[in-house]
Nanobody, 121 residues
C-alpha cells in the first residue's frame, strides 16, 4: 500500500511564497510521475505541475514562471515552490503519484489527502 503525505500549506499574503512537500511511503522501488493538482472552492480539480523520475516537467500554462516542481527520487518526495502567490491560487493542493512499483505490486494514480493554501489579499 502506498501513502502520500503532504505538508507546507497555510495562510500567506498576496505576493508571498510557500513550499509544499509530499512524501510517498510503502516499500517503494520506483515512482514514474509525481505531481500536484489543486481544487478551488466550487471548481474542478486541475493540474498544477508534474515531474517524472527523469526530471521532465509539465506545468499548467497559467502557472509557468511562478511555480516550480522538483523531486528527490531517493526520498520519494516531490516539492512545489510557489512564488508571487495570488488570491486566485487559494485551493486545496493534492499530491499525486502514478505508475508506482512497490514490493507488493504496482499502483496507479495515488492521491494525498490535500493541504490547504490560502492567499489573502
Amino acid at each position: 500500500q502506498v501513502q502520500l503525505v503532504e505538508s507546507g500549506g497555510g495562510l500567506v499574503q498576496t505576493g508571498g511564497s510557500l513550499r509544499l512537500s509530499c512524501a510517498a511511503s510503502g516499500s517503494i522501488f520506483s515512482i514514474n510521475t509525481m505531481g500536484w493538482f489543486r481544487q478551488a472552492p466550487g471548481k474542478q480539480r486541475e493540474l498544477v505541475a508534474t515531474i517524472t523520475s527523469g526530471g521532465s516537467t509539465n506545468y499548467a500554462d497559467s502557472l509557468k514562471g511562478r511555480f516550480t516542481v522538483s523531486r528527490d527520487n531517493a526520498k520519494n518526495t516531490v516539492y512545489l515552490q510557489m512564488n508571487s502567490l495570488k488570491p486566485e491560487d487559494t485551493a486545496v493542493y493534492y499530491c499525486n503519484a502514478d505508475r508506482i512499483l512497490t514490493r507488493s505490486g504496482r499502483y496507479s494514480a495515488v492521491w494525498g489527502q490535500g493541504t490547504l493554501v490560502t492567499v489573502s489579499s
